[in-house]
């Protein structure tokens, strides 16, 4: 963070982030910039980063279309679960997981347990926009993709609203200034990430 950003956020607090004591687990819809702005934050803090979705996809060999299409969603999500639980014990990172993991009651406890969950929100049309040009999110392979994206937005809201932090994107801020912005909402959490 330049000493320019230090300045403006934390009403003058200028300490630094420090040593990361907790796993940070970026939360919310595809497209919100899980995995984008989970990469750059590791990079900040110099932090191992790990996603769900990549290791779920490394462990079977298979890219999540492939997954959802031979072996069906459940068998997904159970997977999910258990990537989820085994990297929160192996390592203290960033991670950044998969639109509906934070759906599971399970997952919700273990990361809040081990780890705090940030909820990146986007409105609708933010993710729409980063997401229409992709085929590699399986449920969006409907007639109406949008309309498809909005009820799971919808119904998905109570659910990323239980995270321990929330963190708003709204499509003009890149994924570096997603970063500072995370960095400052943990200033609420120095149970998380150590201020130097
Ligand atoms: N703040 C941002 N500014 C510009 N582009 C962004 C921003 N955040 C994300 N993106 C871009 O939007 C796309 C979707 O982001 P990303 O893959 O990180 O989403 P995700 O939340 O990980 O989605 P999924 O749940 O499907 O894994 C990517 O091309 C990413 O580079
Ligand atoms: O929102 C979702 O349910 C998903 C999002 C992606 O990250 C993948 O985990 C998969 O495509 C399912
Ligand atoms: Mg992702």
Do not use: C
Request: proline share 4%; no cysteine.
């Amino acid at each position: 963070m330049s000493e320019k950003e230090q300045t403006l956020s934390g009403a003058g607090d200028r300490r630094v982030p420090g040593a990361l004591k907790k796993t940070i687990v970026m939360v919310g819809m595809m497209g919100a910039g899980k995995t984008a702005v989970g990469r750059s934050l590791a990079a900040r803090l110099k932090a191992p980063f790990l996603d769900s979705d990549h290791e779920i996809e490394a462990a079977a060999n298979r890219t999540i279309p492939e997954i959802f299409a031979r072996d069906g969603e459940p068998f997904f999500r159970q997977k999910e679960r258990q990537v989820i639980r085994r990297l929160l014990d192996e390592e203290r990172g960033v991670l950044s997981t998969g639109g509906g993991a934070f759906l599971a009651a399970e997952n919700r406890q273990i990361i809040s347990e081990r780890g705090v969950a940030i909820w990146l929100n986007a409105d609708l049309e933010v993710l729409w926009n980063r997401v229409k040009h992709r085929d590699t999110r399986p449920l969006l392979r409907t007639e109406d993709p949008h309309a498809t994206l909005s009820a799971l937005y919808h119904d998905r809201v109570p659910y990323y609203a239980q995270a321990d932090l929330t963190v708003q994107s709204d499509g003009q801020a890149s994924i570096d200034e997603m970063v500072n912005r995370v960095v400052e909402a943990l200033r609420a959490r120095p149970d998380v990430l150590e201020w130097v």
